[in-house]
């Protein structure tokens, strides 16, 4: 089993949608939680970041943390053309290691 | 800042040819990291520096492959002799510690290999 588990798709929706993306993961000792975005043939980007459970918004992002439960969510309101993207999610722990553990990625694609 | 510089952007060799795919990081930062990417695994960490010095070259798939960093510019990932299971989108990215917990890795374009 793999420390992290994400769908990899592909999911299309209608431009305007609300996209639930999600990571699952089995190990307890991690504690800062990363979306990253990729476009075609580009490098991964760090699209939020957050510590520990909870939510963080930014714009029409939302990310939420359930430690209880181990998974992870990034919410994408008001979906334009321009977030067709791959979303990886990514993890680590707080032993000052600076390994990041990434999802496998979310192929997405808004469609106008 | 011209971002996370990688050398070539493709490359495309015959198996048991050597290949060296080269990184300049963000000025300043003191970590860089070395991933491959491909459909069946996605991205993996390879090795990554710290202040020049490996500190974890776990993912290192075997003896085949070798990183270096000379200096806090420059970094090779070397592959001899390289094998058609070696294909993949090679990412180099570099980072900050200001936080131990919270740094932010930036990528670069990354090297598509085809070996043949």
């Known amino acids: 089993q793999k420390e992290v588990e994400q769908d990899p798709g592909p999911l299309s929706v209608p431009e305007g949608a609300i996209v639930s993306l999600n990571c699952t993961y089995s190990?307890?000792?991690?504690?800062?939680f990363m979306w990253y975005r990729q476009y075609s043939r580009k490098g991964p980007e760090l699209l939020m970041y957050?510590?520990?459970?909870g939510n963080k918004e930014d714009g029409r992002f939302t990310a939420q943390v359930d430690k209880s439960s181990k998974y992870i969510s990034l919410f994408i309101r008001d979906s334009q053309p321009s977030d067709s993207a791959t979303y990886l999610c990514?993890?680590?722990?707080?032993?000052?290691?600076?390994?990041?553990?990434f999802g496998t990625g979310t192929r997405l694609t808004i469609i106008p | 800042d011209a971002g996370v510089i990688q050398s070539p952007r493709h490359e495309v060799t015959e198996m048991g040819q050597e290949v060296t795919l080269r990184c300049k990081p963000i000025?300043?930062?003191?970590?860089l990291f070395w991933y491959r990417q491909t459909m069946m695994r996605g991205l993996e960490l390879l090795i990554y520096?710290?202040?020049?010095?490996?500190?974890?070259d776990s993912g290192m798939p075997e003896d085949r492959f070798s990183a270096k960093m000379p200096n806090a510019s420059f970094s090779t990932l070397k592959i001899q002799p390289s094998e058609p299971r070696d294909s993949a989108v090679y990412f180099c990215?570099?980072?900050?510690?200001?936080?131990?917990?919270?740094?932010?890795?930036?990528f670069g374009p990354g090297t598509r290999l085809t070996v043949l």
């Open positions: 000025s300043g930062h003191d970590y």
């Open positions: 990514a993890m680590k722990s707080n032993f000052g290691n600076e390994k990041l553990t």
């Open positions: 957050t510590y520990s459970s």
């Open positions: 990215a570099s980072s900050l510690s200001r936080d131990p917990g919270a740094d932010t890795q930036y």
């Open positions: 520096f710290n202040n020049n010095v490996p500190i974890d």
């Open positions: 190990n307890s000792a991690f504690q800062y």
